[in-house]
């Protein structure tokens, strides 16, 4: 281990230690209990069949969940356990960060330095996001990961000016490619600081930078071999197909992404670090960390709130622009921040209370939220459909599909053997990552069930599915609701006599659909 680092390793107080321990074993027996979402049993469908990257995502969740598998099997736990992980290695370099951009004002006695890394975890762990993110396996686990690495090892740079940083962030920054193509949203970020502090302008007529855009290039080359294989179909899926979607000017979208960010943040956050912003705009405060930390957040965020004016901008596509402002409100208040005054109080137990409600949301069987519930239903659904095949001849003779890539890959993750289960792909619909997988000819003249849910996002398909089958009967129904009789869910299982198989749809034909 370097020894800069271990030397901020052991500088952390010990009871902030304990506090990040016994939260990350907390979050290892909370999620022995949860169930999968969609989402994740997407990207665990992913690392059944290991690849160099995806059609939709790069492949970082992948090997996360196929190492969490290998270690724990093929179960919910070891889908998570690399999630949980992730969180802690989050929590401790946020913490690394802001004891670094501490070192610039170099007056603080040891206490205050420990005051200002306590309410730097405080004030991330009083967030959705923080908690979310460390318990569902999904990319942005890496990023958030990943891009406060990066900015610890670029901020290394600013610090000392030791030519290995350049190398550590690159890398750094290649994995977060590896997880999501966003990161490169902190390329500007560091090109602007460059740009407008002189003693730093020195770096770009050196190799330097560029041997570690190198670095990043090398690291995530992956998905770059990938995509070359691939006609670039995910780097044109993710940024042309994007730009495609957008519309013309209109204020739904960016009031929806407003409300999602009040929840990710809570309500506390959400008030807290704009002001912060306003304080560090009107007062300009430009001193290297407070503007490092300023760009680090502002060109993502920034940027997602004016395309949301004319496109569906996901709550989950600003979060790694908040690691910066947190840091940045931590700087700006450094000399009073208090928890102490009534509205702050306020703030904190009304995100406590969140927190804890957001956590008991999926351990409470068929709670009733309507489009929000994606989890409840599968697991005792596949293994009655697994019956129903059975008693048509298994898997030989009756194949699986359903309309939605998350469904399909719900129903694999849950049913008894784990059997390969098809998408839209079957009656020629784009499938994504399933398309890529194509379909095996045997399917050819076998029965097959057809399974979907009465979620609006997947709308029942029949009309497109019959074409492919001599003959379409709906077959049973399964009901899941609350305890008060409330509905949750409909699961619909329709039986489909011998399948006429055309190959499936043509990846290189792929449309572009939404995806998370």
């Not at 979402?37 to 059944?48: I, K, N, S």
């Not at 318990?135 to 600013?158: A, H, R």
């Not at 190799?207 to 044109?236: E, K, Q």
Request: net charge positive.
């Amino acid at each position: 281990m370097n020894a800069s680092l271990r030397t901020q390793l052991t500088a952390i107080p010990k009871n902030l230690w304990v506090f990040l321990l016994v939260l990350t074993l907390f979050r290892l027996i909370y999620v022995y209990f949860l169930p999968l979402t969609p989402q994740e049993a997407y990207y665990w469908y992913y690392a059944q069949y290991p690849d160099l990257s995806y059609f939709d995502h790069p492949p970082l969740t992948a090997y996360a969940i196929y190492i969490g598998t290998i270690l724990f099997g093929n179960n919910a736990f070891g889908v998570k356990f690399m999630a949980v992980l992730f969180g802690l290695l989050t929590n401790i370099f946020l913490l690394l960060t802001i004891s670094d951009a501490l070192k610039w004002k170099d007056c603080y006695t040891k206490n205050q330095q420990n005051r200002l890394l306590w309410i730097t975890t405080a004030l991330f762990n009083l967030t959705i996001f923080a908690h979310l993110y460390a318990v569902l396996n999904v990319p942005d686990n890496g990023l958030l990961l990943f891009w406060i690495l990066s900015m610890y090892f670029f901020q290394k740079i600013l610090i000392d000016g030791k030519k290995r940083w350049w190398f550590l962030s690159g890398a750094a920054f290649g994995l977060g490619l590896l997880a999501k193509y966003t990161i490169v949203a902190l390329i500007p970020a560091y090109l602007v600081i460059l740009l407008v502090k002189k003693e730093y302008r020195h770096w770009l007529t050196t190799p330097y930078p560029y041997l570690g855009l190198l670095t990043a290039i090398f690291v995530s080359s992956p998905v770059v071999i990938w995509n070359y294989l691939h006609d670039w179909a995910s780097f044109r899926f993710q940024f042309s197909g994007r730009a495609d979607e957008a519309k013309s000017l209109r204020f739904n979208y960016f009031g929806q992404l407003i409300a999602s960010q009040l929840f990710m943040l809570t309500p506390y956050l959400f008030i807290l670090i704009p002001k912060a912003v306003v304080i560090f705009l009107k007062r300009r405060i430009y001193n290297t960390p407070a503007l490092f930390t300023f760009l680090s957040g502002i060109f993502i965020i920034g940027g997602f709130l004016l395309i949301s004016f004319t496109s569906l901008i996901k709550m989950n596509w600003l979060l790694p622009g908040y690691f910066g402002f947190i840091i940045l409100t931590v700087l700006i208040s450094i000399d009073h921040f208090t928890f102490k005054s009534v509205w702050a109080k306020t703030g904190v137990i009304s995100s406590l209370i969140l927190i804890f409600i957001a956590h008991l949301i999926q351990i409470i069987p068929n709670l009733p939220l309507g489009e929000g519930n994606t989890w409840s239903g599968w697991s005792d659904a596949s293994r009655k459909i697994y019956q129903i095949q059975q008693d048509f001849g298994g898997k030989d003779r009756c194949f699986i599909f359903a309309n939605s890539y998350k469904s399909a890959s719900l129903l694999k993750f849950c049913l008894p053997d784990q059997q390969d289960v098809y998408a839209e792909n079957v009656y020629n619909r784009p499938a994504l990552q399933f398309d890529i997988w194509g379909l095996p000819e045997e399917l050819k003249g076998k029965n097959a069930l057809y399974v979907f849910t009465d979620r609006r996002e997947y709308k029942n398909d029949l009309q497109y599915i019959t074409p492919f089958f001599e003959g379409v009967d709906s077959l049973t129904e399964f009901e899941y609701s609350f305890i008060n009789g409330k509905h949750t869910r409909t699961i619909y299982c329709y039986f489909c006599h011998n399948y006429k198989f055309t190959g499936g749809t043509d990846s290189t034909e792929l449309k572009e659909i939404s995806s998370e």
